[in-house]
């Protein structure tokens, strides 16, 4: 594939990871190994098909408005889904990644913002209080794998990216729904191609293109 990679990190654990996994990837093998994070019980191994991987990749395209050419930061570890996925984002949408290092200031020291970017709340309010020339240069920040404080919101609203809170699990292939902090928002808008239900007061999703049928979540949710 015509994959634009820029490694802007001088780890080499790192590159060798992302190196790898793109081998994965390139491999006529039809699927992903990847452990889930632990944080709905003990971390377990899962088989991810590179199908859906992709159809999640273009669902994000989509809802983003991502287009080929645009600049992408990694920054999230890539042994975890969401770093995955984040290079299989820049495969499919023919992203331009740049690999960056996986700390609490992953901006410190670079000089240009991208289109694109993934992180947990703990590097984006170390951006905001620390590099926040560099932040206020990018465009887009998905901020995922925990809680966004009330602090972390209002600083938001004083950034000039757009910024989304994700919703997702590894069964889900990463995100499937995203709510808008820029704008405030406190629901999280299903991807295209993804619904849900509620039973008992928990979450139950439906997102066939990522291979999540009828999923029952022990997540307690207020549909609106």
């Known amino acids: 594939s015509n994959m634009h990679i820029k490694f802007v990190t001088t ?18 093998h039809p699927c992903i190994k990847t452990k889930t994070s632990g944080s709905t019980g003990t971390p377990k191994e899962v088989l ?3 199908k859906h ?4 990749a273009k669902a994000t395209g989509k809802f983003l408005n991502l287009k080929a050419g645009n600049t992408a930061l990694l920054c999230l570890s ?16 023919e992203l331009d990644l740049h690999v960056g290092a996986v700390s609490s200031r992953p901006l410190h020291l670079l000089e240009e913002g991208f289109d694109f970017i993934a992180m947990v709340p703990m590097q984006l309010q170390q951006s905001i209080e620390k590099d926040s020339e560099i932040l206020n240069k990018s465009k887009q920040i998905i901020v995922g794998g925990g809680p ?5 919101q209002e600083h938001v609203l004083q950034l000039k990216p757009e910024v989304f809170h994700t919703y997702g699990m590894t069964e889900t292939i990463s995100h499937i ?19 849900f239900k509620e ?16 999923l029952h979540t022990n997540d307690q949710v207020l549909l609106h």
């Open 199 to 214: 039973k008992n007061g928990q979450l139950v999703i439906n997102a066939p293109h990522v291979g999540a049928n009828n």
């Open 11 to 28: 780890d080499p654990t790192i590159r060798n990871n992302v190196m790898e996994f793109i081998d994965e990837w390139n491999s006529t």
């Open 48 to 50: 991810l098909d590179k």
């Open 177 to 195: 729904a995203l709510r808008n902090l820029s704008q405030k928002e406190d629901a999280f808008q299903a991807l295209p191609g993804i619904s």
């Open 78 to 93: 890539p042994n975890t889904i969401a770093g995955k996925m984040m290079i299989v984002r820049s495969i499919v949408l």
């Open 53 to 56: 991987m992709m159809a999640s």
């Open 148 to 152: 966004v404080s009330a602090t972390l």
